[in-house]
């Protein structure tokens, strides 16, 4: 007897199957690789990117939370609802989702390589993309594996808020430091530091303040006492800011320039007595118990 053949009608089409919690779990693991950890390493590396523009705890927490969890599902959405109106245009969407995280992490990888040019980099990262989205949809194993892994993908907020120095930053109480100034002293203390300013830019054609140019400088100098020789212990300012305002020498240990890693600076000296004004671009070593009202 002949057997019967069945035609396209009778047999589902599987190509790029997957429910949508495989789909979420797998684009999580891309999201997490190519976006989040990037981001996490990056933030690690430079901690003083987020003193200088105070991020809290708070902050950290919402951040990690966010990269972590909200974007994986901000990303899958547009799939996930377009699936409640329709699979088959469910489809689509999720190879485009899948393909545009695709090409976000290999960009950052093609971009490692030095290619001399920019064009290139742009159509290896794409072709790698569509290699990754094409495999995603044609290799039911890839997809599991891609959710296997997403657990790894998840633990990347943890990991990032464990790590030195960003743990530190979550507990950002500095040690209590009993000042000595008696508080009957009513002598104003008024600290300006000039960053990236070079004293060449003061001085005249024989190397003295200029005090046509600058006469209120010159009249400081003149009232006070100049130390004309006087350097900074760094040229960076998260640095060289922390050393003048506590005595200590930055590079002894890795420090962040916060008061938690300065609990002995000018502004813990003097908080107990005088009202603290500070502000501070990049640091920040004035303690909220202090400067609370200080502007940012």
Known sequence: MPRHRPTS????HREGAGGPTQFVLA???????????????LMGRYPEFLIAHRVSAADLL???IGLGLVLPIALALPALIVGQISRRSARPVRR?????VATLGWAQIVGQAGFDSGFLAV???LG?????TWIYVRYPAFRRGLAFISVVALAFPALFLLRDPIRGLLTQTAETVHSSIPRDVDTPVVLLVLDEFPLVSLLDEHERLDAERFPNISRLAGEGVWYRNAT?????T????PAILSGRYPYADVLLPHAKHYPTNLFTVVGETYDVHAIETVTRLCPRRICTRSPD
């Open 9 to 12: 009608k009778n047999v589902p």
């Open 27 to 41: 684009l999580s693991s891309l999201a997490g690789f190519a976006i989040a950890q990037p981001l996490f390493h």
């Open 62 to 64: 919402l951040l990690a």
């Open 96 to 100: 485009f989702s899948i393909a545009l």
């Open 123 to 125: 159509a290896v990262a």
């Open 128 to 132: 790698l993309a569509g290699a990754t």
């Open 232 to 236: 900074t212990v760094a040229e960076s």
């Open 238 to 241: 998260s640095y060289a800011v």
